[in-house]
């Protein structure tokens, strides 16, 4: 059964920054790229970004280039979201996927329950 934990998310101020986790089960992660995704009230879900399997690979969106940073631990089956000078445009739900990557892109599998972050003074 496949799992994902998300954590980090809360209310943090502009130009403040978190960090997102998500723990995966249930499938072999080192096999998989992963992926963050995000989705604002009334907006359509966004990739955010992306890293290969072996983490030697990572791409980004350009509304978080420069200040988002993804990462993974093989050993802990887990995936990182470093945000760094967040903006009130980044509140949303995030969602951390497990993915297929071809071709240069992204192809997401399996979905974790999303976190909220918001950005507010």
């Known amino acids: 059964q496949v799992q994902f934990v998300e954590s980090g998310g809360g209310l943090v101020q502009p130009g403040g920054s978190l960090r997102l986790s998500c723990a995966a089960s249930?499938?072999?992660?080192?096999?998989?790229?992963m992926s963050w995704y995000r989705q604002a009230p009334g907006k359509e879900r966004e990739w955010v970004a992306g890293?290969?399997?072996?983490?030697?690979?990572?791409n980004y969106a350009d509304s978080v280039k420069g200040r988002f940073a993804i990462s993974r631990d093989n050993a802990k089956n887990t995936v990182y979201l470093q945000m760094n000078s967040l903006k009130p445009e980044d509140t949303a739900v995030y969602y951390c996927?497990?993915?297929?990557?071809?071709?240069?892109?992204?192809?997401?599998?399996?979905w974790g329950q999303g976190t909220q972050v918001t950005v507010s003074s």
């Open positions: 996927t497990a993915d297929l990557y071809f071709g240069g892109t992204y192809f997401p599998g399996y």
């Open positions: 249930g499938f072999t992660f080192r096999d998989f790229a």
């Open positions: 890293i290969t399997s072996n983490g030697g690979v990572t």
